[in-house]
């Protein structure tokens, strides 16, 4: 599929974020100012290769996530070793700094020889091996205002108030009292530019849950694949159940899937967000955990949202399968805006997005982030060699690069039940909250991102693409109707065509205080109008055709997904009747107990943990085996039965009685 030997010094294909950066938290070159503690600045060897030969990626990937490691080995060293700005960097250079250089330089060199043997070798990946140490800006710990009706931050408030000494945050890395910004203190996004008479103007909604059922791992199986912990941080899986390091297209093809319309096995998967409030997790001691300064309670997604949209200036095309996308960058807090594309908002604020903050959000409004995809294709590659150059952005008119295909544009939405953390007591009131990270990336809001690989069935897709390109609204809650208001693009990130962004002018709050705010209640970013939810949901893709309609009936697993020391659990798959070609288990009685809608959290209050959560109808918990002959078709029959055949004894006896009688009367 991919050539040859390649190096560049930036994606211009893959950055969301053209003319982003000079704002607050970066300096006059575009790169992110650090912000209350030292930290080690690697370049990123992945980012600069944009051509593997087939044959040399498995080496190519192990040295690429030993990079990783290294970096991270190196950081913590740096923490134990209480080196703060000021001081003398001479021992940290000759421990740590020049160390790391030399173990570096040997990877990249075994990068070289792995392409070389099979393609061009690559040229400038040696000056790549040096680190640079980057100390701590202690101006940087200013706190903005708090939100009215939200817990107050002093203005002059730090994170001293830590855990963990020389750092901020449970883990000792972060966040700091500057990564929080008051929403309501961000202007609002600019008009989106109108839609051409050709625009792709429908949706399709695909409905998975909010992973009740504690799926999550530090893999990344597209940046490292067969590398457990290639990511040094956990993820939230929704879709599907299959995904780890080792996951073959095959497994994930074969997997099971926790989305409503079993045609949809993909794998949307995102780092957890974690309350920072003393919680021991079961990772705590795990790499990707709290080893890796990941620490705190895992928040369980209140709401996930996945909307397919389209495109604004013409018809979309379908995803080839197994497609490939990572939007946003996982280091982009040392690497550069380039590829960010974070965004963070609250309920009833989404047309105020942060890239480098997080919300806080007024009284009884909930943390939202938003990841909206790369929505352009090359037509040729499902993948690349920095994961990044087969996909593009549109430009601000919704335009594709040359050589570059529009297709349905995903648009993630997570809704999160979590306060504004007390910054002027380091969170100690209310705890503060963080996505999780490299180590060595501080839990910085810009590094949030998300992945996504394409395992719809083709003719699901094929119902995508007519739904988006005719108009339509589609998925669980839609009618397969023109009923459905035009995608925008937005600046939500940057160049790319974001579907909601909203043009209203100084929006106030839609929730009330009390409970959190049901979903129907919540804002929408996916810019489609959709019904009321039935008691059982129908998909609708044609008005015309029966075949897209069926009925959903929430089946238990039978099968259990092993992970390699991870959290794990069933996923639940449901009847599918719309495919006649798609040979499928016989329907199971589904639970007395109807589940949650899937997409939301079964319950207001964040999710402690992966374990003991259930009710979403894309996470249902597996069926609890049943006592032989208390339940099922014999039993149920005899329960019916014997009270008709104690009847029938009662009556013969009367019938028996009475002829005695007349008997002895004559």
């Not at 979403?616 to 039965?641: D, I, K, M, W």
């Amino acid at each position: 599929m991919l050539g040859g030997g390649g190096l560049v010094a930036a994606n211009v294909y893959a950055s969301a974020t053209e003319g982003w950066g000079g704002g607050s938290g970066t300096n006059g070159t575009g790169r992110i100012l650090s912000a209350g503690m030292p930290t080690i600045d690697c370049p990123d060897v992945g980012s600069r290769l944009t051509a593997v030969p087939e044959a040399a990626r498995s080496d190519v990937d192990r040295e690429l996530a030993l990079l990783d490691r290294q970096t991270a080995d190196a950081y913590r060293q740096l923490q134990q070793s209480g080196w703060t700005a000021g001081q003398d960097s001479g021992p940290v250079d000759d421990t740590i700094m020049k160390p790391l250089k030399d173990e570096r330089a040997g990877s990249i060199a075994r990068i070289e020889d792995a392409v070389d043997r099979v393609g061009e070798r690559p040229q400038g990946l040696d000056a790549l091996a040096g680190c640079t140490l980057r100390p701590g800006d202690d101006t940087g710990a200013q706190a903005t205002a708090a939100p009215s009706g939200g817990s107050p931050a002093s203005a002059s408030a730090t994170a001293s108030g830590s855990a963990a000494p020389n750092g901020a945050g449970q883990g000792g890395n972060g966040p700091v009292a500057s990564d929080y910004a008051d929403i309501t203190s961000v202007q609002p996004d600019v008009p989106n530019p109108p839609q051409q008479a050709d625009a792709s103007r429908g949706s399709f909604t695909s409905e998975c849950g909010v992973n009740a059922n504690g799926l999550r791992n530090s893999d990344n199986v597209i940046v490292a694949p067969g590398v457990s912990n290639g990511a040094h941080h956990f993820h939230d899986y929704v879709g599907n159940q299959g995904n780890n390091a080792f996951a073959s297209d095959d497994d994930l093809a074969k997997a099971g899937t926790s989305c409503v319309d079993q045609g949809d096995r993909s794998t949307y998967y995102w780092p957890v967000l974690r309350l920072q409030d003393g919680t021991q997790e079961r990772d705590a001691g795990s790499p990707g955990g709290g080893t890796e300064g990941n620490a705190g309670r895992i928040v369980t997604p209140k709401q996930v949202t996945l909307t397919f949209v389209g495109n604004p200036r013409g018809k979309v095309t379908a995803m080839p399968r197994f497609l490939r996308i990572i939007t946003g960058d996982a280091k982009a807090f040392v690497n550069g805006p380039g590829n960010a594309n974070a965004s963070w908002s609250c309920t009833g604020y989404e047309d105020r997005q942060l890239k480098d903050k997080y919300p806080l959000c007024p009284q009884d409004s909930d943390v939202v982030r938003t990841f909206r995809f790369q929505s352009c294709w090359d037509g040729r590659n499902t993948d690349s060699a920095n994961h990044r150059t087969h996909v593009a952005f549109t430009a601000p008119d919704g335009s594709c690069p040359a050589g570059f295909q529009p297709i349905p544009q995903l648009v993630q939405r997570l809704v999160y039940d979590v306060r504004a953390p007390s910054l002027q007591d380091g969170g100690r009131t209310v705890p503060l909250f963080a996505v999780d990270s490299f180590p060595e990336q501080l839990h910085k809001p810009v590094t949030d991102h998300g992945d996504f690989i394409n395992v719809f069935d083709e003719d699901l897709m094929r119902q995508m693409v007519d739904c988006i390109n005719s108009g339509r609204t589609c998925g669980p809650d839609g009618d397969g109707s023109g009923a459905t208001a035009s995608p925008t693009p937005g600046s939500g990130s940057g160049t790319t065509a974001t579907p909601g962004g909203g043009t209203t002018g100084q929006p106030t709050s839609t929730a009330t205080s009390g409970p959190a705010p049901s979903a129907s209640q919540l804002p929408r970013t996916d810019a489609t109008t959709t019904p009321d939810r039935t008691a059982a949901p129908t998909r609708t893709t044609a008005p015309t055709r029966t075949a897209g309609q069926h009925q959903r009936t929430t089946q238990p697993d039978q099968g259990h997904e092993q992970d390699h020391g991870t959290e794990q659990a069933h996923g639940t798959q449901h009847d599918r009747t719309t495919r006649p070609d798609r040979s499928t288990e016989p329907a199971r009685p589904a639970s007395s107990t109807s589940p949650a809608p899937a997409g939301q959290s079964p319950q207001a209050e964040p999710s402690g943990s992966a374990s003991g959560q259930a009710g979403a109808a894309g996470n249902a918990p597996p069926a609890q085996p049943q006592v032989q002959g208390t339940q099922g078709a014999l039993a149920e029959t005899g329960s019916h039965l014997w009270p008709a055949a104690l009847g029938t004894l009662l009556a013969l006896s009367g019938v028996v009685m009475l002829l005695r009688a007349r008997r002895l009367r004559y």
